[in-house]
């Protein structure tokens, strides 16, 4: 399973950037349980204000470019 360190380095080193919001998602998808993108939005809007529903989207579809997480039954952290 992807710990936060290992996707936010794999981030990195496709070149992308790690912002707060970003960060903010990783550590929700790494800890909890998101059945769908609103969920985890939700989630991490109690945490970052800042986060919009675009940003999550976003972000989850370069999670899923690098393996990280697939779309299932919800999102999941993958096995590495």
Same mark, same amino acid.
């Given at each position: &399973?992807?710990?936060?360190?290992?996707?936010?380095?794999?981030? =990195?080193?496709? *070149? @992308?950037?790690?912002?707060?919001?970003?960060?903010? &998602?990783?550590?929700?998808?790494?800890?909890?349980?998101? *059945?769908?993108? @609103?969920?985890?939005?939700? =989630?991490?809007? @109690?945490?970052?204000? *800042?986060? *919009?529903?675009? $940003?999550?989207?976003? $972000?989850? &579809? $370069?999670?899923?470019?690098?393996?990280? %997480?697939?779309? $299932? @039954?919800?999102?999941? %952290?993958?096995?590495?």
């Amino acid at each position: &399973m992807w710990e936060k360190e290992d996707i936010i380095r794999e981030l =990195k080193s496709r *070149g @992308k950037r790690i912002t707060q919001q970003r960060e903010t &998602m990783i550590d929700v998808i790494t800890t909890e349980q998101c *059945g769908n993108a @609103k969920e985890l939005y939700y =989630k991490a809007a @109690k945490i970052d204000s *800042g986060i *919009g529903l675009a $940003t999550v989207y976003r $972000t989850l &579809m $370069t999670l899923e470019e690098i393996g990280a %997480v697939e779309r $299932t @039954k919800g999102y999941v %952290v993958t096995e590495q």
